[in-house]
Each structure stands twice: as structure tokens, then as C-alpha cells.
């Protein structure tokens, strides 16, 4: 059962939340949310210590929500090709969502002006490509390949699933949502090339014809 305390956390995030993609996070103010909250600033601050922790706090609610399940999928059973696709295919999804597409401009916007965009890569973006690694090492340990860097080898899978549809979502080049038989297939596209640039694909490469003698 949620305490007073939390329930009102939860309020005060909601309507957060609206203000924040109302008029973007430079415009929002303290006073304007604790305004809407119905109670003082100071009561606000006593939860959130400054705007940026609140706005932080607004994308880890967000996140959870979008994509909370996304990187539990790695925990399934199955080879690890499948396991990956429908992964990537999940996370390209939330990706997109329009609540994500406008929390990514507002953090990508404030980058230079405050540690906005750090405190989200730190508690949000590495969170959930820490436990990608994770998995990649397991893959690796199997293979008895100490060759390489897991983390590096995660970022290498996020650039592939994030390729052909995030920067024209971001951009407003494509504003509506794909359709899942086509986020499939991007998902697919990207493992496959991800598999075959580190040479860790399932299935052997097609072996070529023996050449004929004096051929």
C-alpha cells in the first residue's frame, strides 16, 4: 500500500510530467508545477531538490513505463539471436513512443546548459545497456572470446537498433509510428549485422563450391 508520502511523489511527478512536455524544461518552472500540485515550493523541494533532479526523475518514471520490460527480455531462454531480435524489436518500439521522442529532445537540448543530460545517461541510458553487456559477456564467455569489449560491443548493437528509424522520429521527418511488421524487421536487420561483425552468428557461413580442377 502506498504511503501519503509516495502517493503524493507520484502526483507531483504527473504533473511534472504535463508541464515539462507542455512548454518544454527551460520554460518550466518550480513555481509553475508546485503551482499546479496545489501546494508551496518548498514543499516541492523538499521531494526534488532542484528542477533538474525532477526532470530526471520524470524520465526514470517514463522509462519504467515504456521500458521497464524491454531489457528483461533478456532473461528469456533461446538461442541468442531470438532472444536479441525481439529485444531490439521492443526497444525500438518504446524508443519511438511520443512521450520518449520528446523527454530524448528536451535532455539532447539542455546538454550543454545543465547535467540534465548526464544525470539521464547515467541513471537511464547505462542502466539499461549495463545489463546488454551482461548479456553479450555471457555470449562471450561461451565462445571463450576475450577479444572483446562487452560494453563497447553494446553500444555497437544500440547505434544498429536506434540506425533507420531514430533520427527521422527525432528530427519530425516521420511522425507517425511504423508499423510492427516494419520495427521488426529493422530489429532483425541490426542483429544479424551486429552477429556478423563480430563473428558470433549461430549458423554457419555458406561454405563455397570446391574449384574443378583446371577451372
Known amino acids: ?33 508546485a503551482q499546479r500540485v496545489g501546494g508551496s515550493k518548498a ?3 523538499s521531494y526534488f531538490p532542484s528542477k533538474e533532479e525532477l526532470f530526471v526523475a520524470v524520465m526514470d518514471l517514463s522509462a519504467e513505463r515504456l521500458m521497464g520490460t524491454v531489457f528483461d527480455l533478456l532473461l528469456r531462454p533461446g538461442p541468442p539471436e531470438e532472444v536479441l531480435r525481439e529485444m531490439g524489436r521492443q526497444y525500438i518500439k518504446a524508443l519511438l513512443a511520443p512521450e520518449l521522442v520528446a523527454i530524448g529532445r528536451m535532455a539532447i537540448a539542455e546538454g550543454d546548459r545543465s ?31 576475450s577479444d572483446v569489449d562487452p560494453m563497447i560491443a553494446a553500444w555497437h548493437l544500440k547505434a544498429l537498433l536506434e540506425a533507420e528509424l531514430r533520427e527521422p522520429r527525432m528530427l519530425g521527418a516521420t511522425r507517425k509510428l511504423p508499423p510492427d511488421a516494419a520495427v521488426r524487421e529493422v530489429a532483425a536487420r541490426a ?3 551486429w552477429l556478423r561483425g563480430y563473428g558470433l552468428e549461430d549458423a554457419p557461413r555458406p561454405r563455397r563450391p570446391a574449384r574443378r580442377a583446371g577451372t
Not at 5 to 33: C, D, N, T, W
Not at 124 to 136: N, P, Q, Y
Open 43 to 45: 514543499t516541492l523541494y
Open 115 to 145: 547535467v540534465v543530460g548526464q544525470l539521464i545517461f547515467e541513471k537511464g541510458v547505462m542502466r539499461g545497456w549495463s545489463l546488454v553487456r551482461d548479456f553479450i559477456q555471457k555470449i562471450l564467455d561461451e565462445r571463450q572470446r
Open 191 to 193: 542483429v544479424t549485422v
Open 1 to 33: 500500500m502506498r504511503t501519503k508520502s509516495e502517493e503524493r511523489r507520484q502526483h507531483i511527478l504527473a504533473i511534472a510530467a504535463e508541464v515539462f512536455l507542455q512548454v518544454g524544461y527551460e520554460k518550466a518552472s518550480m513555481a509553475e508545477i
